[in-house]
Structures are given as C-alpha cells and as structure tokens.
C-alpha cells in the first residue's frame, strides 16, 4: 500500500517512499504493479540491485494484458481479494458513456462477465492496470463486452508510454544490472545473469491469456 500511495502522489511523499523501500527488506525479489515504476528509488536505495526487464512488442504486451484482465480464474481470484478491501461497497463505475448511464453500463457488462469488479483504494486504482501509462484496459474490457469499440487513441497513448518506460529502464539502470529478458529465451540467460545454475526442468511456459490463439 504503501508503495502505491509513493506512486499516485508522483514521487511528492518522502514518508511513503520510506514505508515502501521498507517493505523490501527480508525479500530477494519484487515484480508487478507498483514495483516495476520504482526502479529509480530502488537503485537508489541499493546501488548493486539486479533488474530484469522482460521485453515484448508493444503490440503483443497490450493484448496479452487485454486477456489477462479477461481471464476468468484472474477475475475470480482479484474478486476474492477485493471483497475482503471493499465489504461491497458496489461496482466500480468507469467512464463508459454519460455520468448518468455509467453505472447501468458497467452493471450490463458485469453481468456479460458473470462477475462484479470491486473498487479498490484510489492509491492502488491509479497503480492497476497501468493507469499511470494512460491506459484503460478495464474499461476497454467493459466496453468491448457492450459492443463498443475503445476510442484508438488511448491505445496510442498507451502503447506510447510503455515504449518510453522501457526505453528509461535501459538509459537509468547500468548495463551491468540489467537484463533485457525475452521469455523465449529460457532458463539460460536469466540463470547467468543472477549467477545462478540452470534448473534441471523445463523452463515454465503456458500461454494461458491466449496471445498467441
């Protein structure tokens, strides 16, 4: 939480920063949302960090976290989390149309889904989905299960700031610490780089959100 409330303040809270390096400690490792925006403060704080950087087409990433959020076993697994958070306090309302027939959209498109999306906190909605690149996958999703085509540009505008985020990751981090990790690669290059031996199993992929159907 605390790594959330750093990231929807833009880097204006010193305390928060504090709490969020603190959650690392006793860890050799963190990925996903809100980490991935914080590897400046974490280089900062522990100058010999290691960072892999997984590397995809801007065009393949978008859809593949477009099925991601349509997976079923994802949705139901992030609604047992967040009913805990929000007791039912309602659906999340997204900008779908008119402030009047928002909330009755999003209610249909559950209902298309068979499942109810729950809010969250407002630190970790700007740190979901990477609504801080611009994007809207959530509301893409509800939108495509009423039948309405997403307006384009926020898919450019999307696209466009996950290239720079991939583009600043390699201009801050030292070459040295860094890997430029495609997963087709396997076990090897991963291994070397963490000085770690290659594991005797196959390395893990399933496509399980579908990219490539």
Same mark, same amino acid.
């Given at each position: 939480?605390?790594?959330?409330?750093?990231?929807?303040?833009?880097?204006?809270?010193?305390?928060?920063?504090?709490?969020?390096?603190?959650?690392?400690?006793?860890?050799?490792?963190a990925?996903?949302?809100?980490?991935?925006?914080?590897?400046?403060?974490?280089?900062?704080?522990?100058?010999?960090?290691?960072?892999v950087?997984?590397?995809?087409?801007?065009?393949?990433?978008?859809? @593949?976290?477009?099925?991601?959020?349509?997976?079923?076993?994802?949705l139901?697994?992030?609604?047992?989390?967040?009913?805990?958070?929000?007791?039912?306090?309602g659906?999340?309302?997204m900008?779908?149309?008119?402030?009047?027939?928002?909330?009755?959209?999003?209610?249909?498109?559950?209902?298309?889904?068979?499942?109810?999306?729950?809010?969250?906190?407002?630190?970790?909605?700007?740190?979901?989905?990477?609504?801080?690149?611009?994007?809207e996958?959530?509301?893409?999703?509800?939108l495509?299960?009423?039948?309405?085509?997403?307006?384009p540009?926020?898919?450019?505008?999307?696209?466009?700031?996950?290239?720079?985020?991939v583009?600043?990751?390699?201009?801050?981090?030292p070459?040295?610490?860094?890997?430029?990790?495609?997963? @087709?690669?396997?076990?090897?290059?991963?291994?070397e780089?963490?000085g770690?031996?290659v594991?005797?199993i196959?390395?893990?992929?399933v496509?399980?959100?579908?990219?490539?159907?």
């Amino acid at each position: 939480k605390a790594c959330s409330e750093y990231v929807a303040a833009c880097g204006n809270n010193a305390s928060a920063l504090d709490d969020c390096l603190d959650t690392f400690h006793g860890y050799q490792a963190a990925m996903d949302e809100p980490f991935h925006l914080l590897y400046e403060e974490v280089l900062h704080d522990n100058p010999n960090a290691k960072f892999v950087l997984p590397i995809s087409t801007p065009e393949h990433w978008y859809q @593949s976290y477009l099925n991601y959020l349509a997976t079923p076993e994802d949705l139901e697994h992030k609604e047992s989390q967040e009913s805990q958070e929000s007791q039912g306090l309602g659906l999340l309302q997204m900008n779908v149309g008119s402030k009047s027939n928002a909330s009755s959209q999003t209610q249909e498109a559950s209902r298309l889904s068979g499942r109810a999306l729950l809010p969250k906190s407002e630190a970790e909605q700007k740190c979901y989905a990477c609504k801080n690149w611009g994007c809207e996958f959530t509301q893409e999703r509800l939108l495509m299960a009423l039948g309405v085509v997403p307006d384009p540009a926020i898919k450019r505008r999307c696209l466009a700031n996950y290239q720079r985020h991939v583009d600043r990751v390699q201009e801050v981090i030292p070459k040295a610490q860094l890997l430029v990790f495609n997963f @087709s690669d396997g076990w090897g290059p991963l291994a070397e780089f963490l000085g770690k031996p290659v594991p005797d199993i196959p390395f893990p992929f399933v496509d399980k959100y579908h990219v490539h159907d």
